[in-house]
Nanobody
């Protein structure tokens, strides 16, 4: 499965963006979708995930209440809506697919089988 992330860009603090992740070359539905981000000089960190089985969503504490993850299986596409953006949200955002669905599995980078190339989100005035 190949993943193509897009939709990043420059946005002012308090602004919004929607980033997308299109899957091709393989099945999308039987995988949970996750978003991670990596800021300059920092480790890649979990942001959000949605279980393929239960549609349960999970968020890291820094983004809870501001970001929303969802998916459209008919379009083989996942989304991350980013609202009330802050400068600390500046990072490359990566989408990934995970064959598991529990919280511990979805927050662990090592459980993901496929990764997209990332899309850069810059929050600055």
């Amino acid at each position: 499965v190949q993943l193509q992330a897009s939709g990043g860009g420059l946005v002012q603090p308090g602004g919004s963006l929607r980033i997308s992740c299109v899957a091709s070359g393989g099945p999308f539905t039987p995988y949970s979708l996750g978003w991670f981000r990596q800021a300059p000089g920092k480790e890649r960190e979990f942001v959000a995930a949605i279980s393929y089985r239960t549609r349960q969503t999970y968020y890291s504490d820094p983004v809870k209440g501001r970001f929303t993850i969802y998916r459209d299986n008919a379009k083989n596409t996942g989304y991350l809506q980013l609202n009330n953006l802050k400068p600390d949200d500046t990072a490359i955002y990566f989408c990934a697919l995970n064959p598991y669905y529990t919280l511990s599995d979805l927050t662990s980078r090592s459980r993901y089988d496929y990764w997209g190339q990332g899309t850069l989100v810059t929050v600055s005035s």
